[in-house]
C-alpha cells in the first residue's frame, strides 16, 4: 500500500540538542506538510513543501527548519531543542490532481524535551 | 487567534444514536471544510468535505451540514457504532489551497 512513514515513532531528547524527524511517501504525491499537534490546540501547520525545490513557512515555523531531499522525503529539524517543542509531530502529503484538499497523514512522532 | 473553534472538547453517545459534531469559524473566506478521524497512535484519517458552495453533503452514515451565514458546520453520524470512538478535527482551507487551518478537535465516545 501507499504510505506515509514517519521515523522515529519516539523520541526523547534534552534541551539544546539538535534533533531530526524524517517523513518518507511512497503516494507519489508532490506536496507534503509538518505539523505539531498540543492538546487544546488541534493541529498547527510549521512548514510545507509544494514540490522540491519549494520550501515555505507556516503558521508556527519559528525554532524548526526543513529539507526537501526528494520528492518522497521532507524532513523536519529543531536546530536546538526546547521544552516547548514537546508535541506530536505529524507529516502528510497531498497531490493537487486528487479530492479537494484532502492531505494523507503519517501515523506521528511523540517528541519530549527535556 | 482560532480561526476554526471546536468548542465541545468531549462528547459521549449512545451506539445506535446520532452523534453530532459542531465547529464554527470567523474566515468567511474559506472555501472548503473537511472532517478528520484520529485513533490513538495514528494520524488523522480523511473522513468527508464540503464546498462552501453547497449546504450538505452525505457518505454513507456521514453528513456534513454547512451554514455560511452562522459560520457553523457540522457532523451528523447515524447511525453511531463504537468503531466510531476517536477524535474528530473539523479542517478550512483557503483560496482552495492545500493549506489546513485545523480545529481543536472532539473526543467521541460511543458506548454500547
Known amino acids: 500500500d501507499a504510505d506515509v512513514t514517519q521515523t522515529p515513532r519516539n523520541r526523547i531528547t534534552k534541551t539544546g540538542k539538535r534533533i531530526m524527524l524524517e517523513c518518507s511517501q511512497t503516494?507519489?504525491?508532490?506536496?507534503m506538510y509538518w505539523y505539531r499537534q498540543d492538546p487544546g490546540l488541534g493541529l498547527r501547520l510549521i512548514y510545507y513543501?509544494?514540490?522540491?525545490?519549494?520550501?515555505n513557512k507556516g503558521e508556527i515555523s519559528d525554532g524548526y527548519s526543513v529539507s526537501r531531499q526528494a520528492q518522497a522525503k521532507f524532513s523536519l529539524s529543531l536546530e536546538s531543542a526546547i521544552p516547548n517543542q514537546t508535541a506530536l509531530y505529524f507529516c502528510?502529503?497531498?497531490?493537487?490532481?486528487?479530492?479537494?484538499?484532502?492531505?494523507?497523514f503519517g501515523p506521528g512522532t511523540r517528541l519530549t524535551v527535556l | 487567534d482560532q480561526q476554526v473553534k471546536q468548542n465541545s472538547p468531549s462528547l459521549s453517545v449512545q451506539e445506535g444514536r446520532i452523534s453530532i459534531l459542531n465547529c464554527d469559524y470567523t474566515n468567511s473566506m474559506f472555501d472548503y471544510f473537511l472532517w478528520y478521524k484520529k485513533y490513538p497512535a495514528e494520524g488523522p484519517t480523511f473522513l468527508i468535505s464540503i464546498s462552501s458552495i453547497k449546504d450538505k453533503n452525505e457518505d454513507g452514515r456521514f453528513t456534513v451540514f454547512l451554514n455560511k451565514s452562522a459560520k457553523h458546520l457540522s457532523l451528523h453520524i447515524v447511525p453511531s457504532q463504537p468503531g466510531d470512538s476517536a477524535v474528530y478535527f473539523c479542517a478550512a482551507s483557503l483560496d482552495n489551497t492545500d493549506k489546513l487551518i485545523f480545529g481543536t478537535g472532539t473526543r467521541l465516545q460511543v458506548f454500547p
Open positions: 503516494k507519489g504525491h508532490d506536496r
Open positions: 513543501s509544494f514540490d522540491v525545490k519549494d520550501i
Open positions: 502528510a502529503t497531498s497531490d493537487p490532481g486528487g479530492a479537494p484538499n484532502e492531505q494523507f
